[in-house]
């Protein structure tokens, strides 16, 4: 029975939505996609300084931390 309540807890939704990897992240084509800026960024496996700019939830973090990971 004490098994019953020694659950992990859930890990928030947007934690299990978030990419994983950049092929993953959508609705970013215009910089994202083949020959775009960033997506010559990461094949060049040499990511440089950038400024990301835009209003909360809009993927900033999520795109620094792949971009660390790539």
């Known amino acids: 029975m004490d098994d019953l309540f020694k659950t992990e807890p859930a890990a928030p939704l947007a934690e299990s939505l978030r990419p994983k990897t950049i092929a993953e992240v959508i609705g970013q084509s215009h910089l994202l996609g083949e020959g775009k800026p960033l997506n010559l960024v990461f094949k060049s496996g040499r990511p440089h300084s950038m400024i990301l700019w ?17």
Do not use: C, E, F, I
Request: hydrophobic share 35%; net charge positive.
């Open 54 to 70: 835009g209003p909360p939830g809009v993927g900033k973090t999520t795109l620094a931390r792949l971009t660390a990971n790539a």
